[in-house]
């Protein structure tokens, strides 16, 4: 509701801007041409995001996921614990760090959400509160990138010769926002329960 006041607003005020120093036709095509950019980026976008939430379709389906999910679980163990142990939880919480190692945070949102689903439906049979749903979420948001996927496609579509060329910023920033959010997290985890 907000965002489509703060839009309306900036509307009608490079309407009145354009009314006023005689630039409604700039105005104009600044408009339709931007329509057509945002358009023409969306489809480059989405043609990637279509392209990999296929790849890991084909990986569920396959057999790869549970195959992912074996090769990641010292590493799920480790982060979730017993919860890690839950083949169910196990696969949705690789599956979505696979689409997040991929850049691809649109495409992991279905793997998370159903991670998350298990992870709370095995904390309340347990007794527990939610802090792996928890860290779940956090891992999500951070998101530890090797390729990303979704600001390549923007950079190329926007004209990057060499899109990827942002590899070892993503790698630092991703691994250092991971680990800030993991130790977050633990350092914080009860303090706000009843």
Known sequence: ML???VVAAMLLLALVCG?????????AVAALSG???AVSLLLQIGGAICLWSGLLEVMDQSGLTARFALLLRPVIVRLFGKYGRDPEAAGAIAQNMAANLLGLGSAATPAGLRAAK???ALSHRWGEGPDAALRLMVLNAASLQLIPTT????RAGLGAVHPYDIL??????????????????HLLRGVWRP
């Open 3 to 5: 965002m489509s006041r």
């Open 19 to 27: 009314a006023i120093s005689g630039t409604m036709d700039a105005v």
């Open 35 to 37: 329509a057509r950019d």
């Open 118 to 120: 298990r992870l709370m």
């Open 151 to 154: 600001v390549a496609a923007v």
């Open 168 to 185: 070892p910023a993503v790698w630092l920033s991703s691994a250092v926002s991971v680990a800030a959010g993991l130790l977050s997290a």
